[in-house]
């Protein structure tokens, strides 16, 4: 069974760092699309982040310029370095791998991000 973890979440100032990682159980890192989304309390779910299979990368643009997303293959993993942080990137960050004809979707349990100083 495919499993997403992620880790690397925290309590962090404002203007700090934070490098978020999303480990899969198996080999899955060909033929998917992988993304960083996050949602806040009451918030919609959002898109933070994405690789495709093909390595095109898009942000969101309340994080473009700040957050990079990036794919270990090796580790069947990705990560997501988030830097200049602040309260509006408070929330909980899923990690999400789907497979390009779109049958397959995994989802991390999630990783809490708080900005507060």
């Known amino acids: 069974q495919v499993q997403l973890v992620e880790s690397g979440g925290g309590l962090v100032q404002p203007g700090g760092s934070l490098r978020l990682s999303c480990a899969a159980s198996?080999?899955?890192?060909?033929?998917?699309?992988w993304a960083w989304y996050r949602q806040a309390p009451g918030k919609e779910r959002e898109l933070v982040a994405r690789?495709?299979?093909?390595?095109?990368?898009n942000y969101a643009d309340s994080v473009k310029g700040r957050f990079t997303i990036s794919r270990d293959n090796a580790k069947n993993s990705i990560y997501l370095q988030m830097d200049s942080l602040n309260a509006e990137d408070t929330a909980l960050y899923y990690c999400?791998?789907?497979?390009?004809?779109?049958?397959?979707?995994?989802w991390g349990q999630g990783t809490q991000v708080t900005v507060s100083s």
């Open positions: 999400n791998a789907r497979s390009i004809n779109g049958i397959l979707n995994f």
């Open positions: 198996g080999s899955i890192f060909r033929g998917y699309h």
């Open positions: 690789v495709t299979n093909g390595g095109n990368t």
